[in-house]
């Protein structure tokens, strides 16, 4: 199975600032076609998850656009450029180029 | 509006068995690939089994294989998980999802004597 190791797995940081998470897979997440089988998701307390980038870079519709994904292959980055307060949750990357799918540990973001 | 309602958990024995439930509207259901995902509240997401269109392909975790079985009425734009054999540690809150994004609200499984 492909382990997906986030980091790091909790982050406080102040409104306004910067947040960068880390998503390392332990095989290749690029399929034949070129596209790289993963997504990040963001789960806000006591809500289900909710997807925010696919294929590494694409943002979901109604994603804001101080979030931005990165990375090829085995290393990934979700960025959220300025932390707002409705940020506060949970944030996941999965693959999804080979069955089972896997998550994430997960990272916990909170206002500092 | 795009929806998943995700139902069919509650209270079993181990051993027993449930089967979940997810309708889809709002968009063309035929067309999504769709998994499911479980988590223990508190707890991180752990994907359960995937499906393709329609039902000719699909894949499930270790934990689970065996056990569980994922299907597909595309005709009623619905997607099931077939629960046997439960154990303690499958209890969590099951939420559908597909693979163009949408996820529905959960529905919780206990499993205990």
């Known amino acids: 199975d492909v382990v997906m190791t986030q980091s790091p797995l909790s982050l406080s940081v102040t409104l306004g600032q910067p947040a960068s998470i880390s998503c390392r897979s332990s095989?290749?997440?690029?399929?034949?076609?070129?596209?790289?089988?993963m997504y990040w998701f963001q789960q806000r307390p006591g809500q289900s998850p909710r997807r925010l980038i696919y294929?590494?870079?694409n943002r979901d519709s109604g994603v804001p656009d101080r979030f931005s994904g990165s990375g090829s292959g085995t290393d990934f980055t979700l960025k959220i450029s300025r932390v707002e307060a409705e940020d506060v949750g949970v944030y996941y990357c999965?693959?999804?180029?080979?069955?089972?799918?896997?998550f994430g540990q997960g990272t916990k973001l909170e206002i500092k | 509006e795009v929806q998943l309602v995700d139902s069919g958990g509650g209270l079993v024995q181990p051993g027993g068995s449930l089967r979940l439930s997810c309708v889809g509207s709002?968009?063309?259901?035929?067309?999504?690939?769709m998994y499911w995902v479980r988590q223990v509240p508190g707890k991180g997401l752990v994907w359960v089994s995937g499906?393709?269109?329609?039902?000719?392909?699909?894949g499930c975790a270790d934990s689970v294989k065996g056990r569980f079985t994922i299907s597909r009425d595309n005709a009623k734009n619905t997607l099931y998980l077939q629960m046997n054999s439960l154990r303690v540690e499958d209890t969590a809150l099951y939420y559908c999802?597909?693979?163009?994004?949408?996820w529905g609200q959960g529905t919780l499984v206990t499993v205990s004597s």
């Open positions: 294929w590494v870079s």
């Open positions: 999802a597909s693979y163009e994004g949408f």
């Open positions: 499906i393709d269109y329609d039902g000719s392909n699909t």
């Open positions: 999965m693959q999804h180029i080979q069955w089972p799918h896997t």
């Open positions: 709002g968009f063309t259901f035929s067309t999504h690939y």
């Open positions: 095989q290749s997440l690029v399929s034949s076609d070129g596209n790289n089988y």
